[in-house]
């Protein structure tokens, strides 16, 4: 369906065909929207794009979609805007489509436990919906409150259960997508099982919207765990933290395992927002959850935690005796990547199989600790999935250029750890702009020219997201 190419459209012209298919009142070029909307949580790149369009409907998404293609326009998807790698930044004069008035959720099913969802349906609209409805939609996060459900799609986002309930792509019934050549494709019609061949919904579940837009999704809800029990340990050697899991899981289902370091515990209490776990206080900690459904559960965890004990493994803990506690214990972890904003910190999200996590942590942590000697290395992440955080803070005189450069250096040895040990160089925050010049760590030549074909395919004039992900 692509249009023939024709001239470049002066700003004036843009804005009215843009008007003419969405309406004038959801078109926007005035400074704020140009500075809102052009960027994400990363903060590296000045946005610059021309316009922001508010489509409300698929066909209008189609319409910019076949308008792009006609005049050479580049669009960047806009979601909640919360992505740490520079996914959805418009730096380079691109349109922004934003999703806030495709937020409907509709067309609920019992029996299918389904529920379709406009792209900008928030996280914790659905969530809501879901616990309203007596069920539970389980991919959460600390940005559930803003981020909108066709980016966490795109970006196929983690968080913190992922280790019980998985990653976002375990969710996609159906997807309604329009591609960069124009077309609506529906594709799985939230089917259960469907064999016929290539699954092309998976393609645009973690894509960064370089293939096609997400404009609607089924998404499939399940049933609400009972009493989430919250267990918080005093680790002091970073290599038991993994001893931990082991014996935690040998006779438990858990439904989250993290880890954070005191650094970044102790950047969070400062705020004074949420009391410390215990008085120890141990270099490293662990926050294990589960469903405490009987009192056996309980003493199962119970006897785990002394079992940790005796090894020498954990040297203190508190365990939550109600959902206040529970919530109050999870903020030690999840207020983490807020608080050190502040220092504008420079972001790993790397990750290997569970088994090789000990060394790997091991080797890289070496690394960055010879590098860095002057700056602040936090540790924390989800780490009961293989998926570590690091974050570099900036020391407080030093130039963001200067410090960016620096870490970038370290980066390129830190991934080639990441490579030794057949990891991913970003693990659940996507790849965007500041992780596209290392997707090679992780991917191979060959690979890296299908996923270039696959591009091509769906979006031969390149206007679907440029400079994310792949060059073409
Ligand atoms: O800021 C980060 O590095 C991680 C953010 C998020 O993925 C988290 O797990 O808190
Ligand atoms: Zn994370």
Redesign the pocket.
């Known amino acids: 369906m692509t249009a023939p190419t024709e001239q470049a459209l002066s700003q004036q012209a843009l804005i009215e065909l843009l008007s003419a298919i969405v309406g004038d009142d959801k078109v926007r070029t005035d400074a704020d929207s140009l500075e809102n909307f052009g960027k994400d949580w990363t903060k590296i790149y000045p946005p610059k794009p021309a316009a922001i369009v508010f489509p409300k409907t698929t066909e209008q998404v189609q319409k910019i979609v076949l308008l792009a293609n006609q005049h050479q326009l580049a669009l960047v998807p806009s979601g909640g805007r919360t992505g ?1 790698s520079a996914g959805a930044v418009a730096a380079n004069g691109e349109i922004v489509v934003a999703f806030d008035y495709m937020n409907q959720i509709s067309d609920f099913n019992a029996t299918d436990r389904t529920v379709k969802c406009g792209a900008g349906v928030i996280t914790e609209q659905l969530q809501t919906f879901a616990e309203d409805n007596g069920l539970f939609y389980p991919v959460d ?2 940005s559930a409150g803003s981020s909108q459900l066709g980016g966490n799609i795109s970006t196929n986002a983690g ?2 259960k992922v280790i019980k309930w998985g990653m976002t792509r375990d969710w996609v019934a159906g997807l309604t997508v329009v591609t960069g050549n124009g077309d609506i494709l529906e594709l799985n019609k939230d089917l259960m099982k469907n064999n016929t061949g290539y699954d092309m919904r998976q393609l645009f579940i973690g894509g960064e919207g370089t293939l096609g837009f997400v404009t609607e999704a089924t998404m499939r809800l399940t049933r609400q765990p009972k009493n989430l029990t919250v267990l918080v340990l005093g680790i002091p050697e970073l290599d038991n933290v993994m001893k931990v899991l082991s014996q935690f899981q040998a006779d438990m289902d858990l439904t989250a395992f993290e880890f954070f370091s005191d650094k970044a515990m102790q950047k969070v209490l400062a705020r004074g927002d949420v009391p410390a776990p215990f008085e120890t206080s141990t270099d490293f900690y662990a926050l294990i959850e589960f469903e405490a459904v009987t009192d056996a559960d309980m003493d199962q965890a119970m006897t785990v935690f002394e079992q940790c004990m005796e090894e020498g493994w954990v040297v203190d803990g508190v365990i939550s005796q109600s959902e206040t506690q529970a919530a109050n214990l999870w903020r030690l972890r ?1 207020d ?2 807020e608080t050190i904003s502040e220092w504008t ?1 420079y ?1 790993n ?1 790397i990750s290997v199989v569970v088994s090789k996590v000990p060394p790997f942590l091991r080797d890289i942590d070496e690394v960055v600790t010879r590098e860095y000697p002057d700056f602040e290395i936090i540790w924390f ?2 780490i009961g999935d293989g998926n570590l ?1 690091l ?1 570099i803070l900036k020391p407080e005189g030093l130039a963001k250029e200067e410090f960016f450069e620096k870490c970038a250096k370290v980066s390129t040895w830190v991934f080639e750890i990441v490579e030794k040990y057949q990891g991913s160089v970003s693990a ?2 996507g790849v965007g702009m500041t992780k596209k010049p290392y997707l090679q760590y992780t991917r191979s030549a060959a690979e890296m020219a299908y996923m270039k074909a696959v591009k091509l395919a769906f979006d031969p004039n390149n206007v679907m997201n440029p400079g994310k992900l792949l060059d073409v």
Do not use: Q, R, T, V
């Open positions: 740490l996060f600390a968080g913190i999840e983490i990547s910190p972001k999200d992440g989800h955080h974050n659940e925050h």
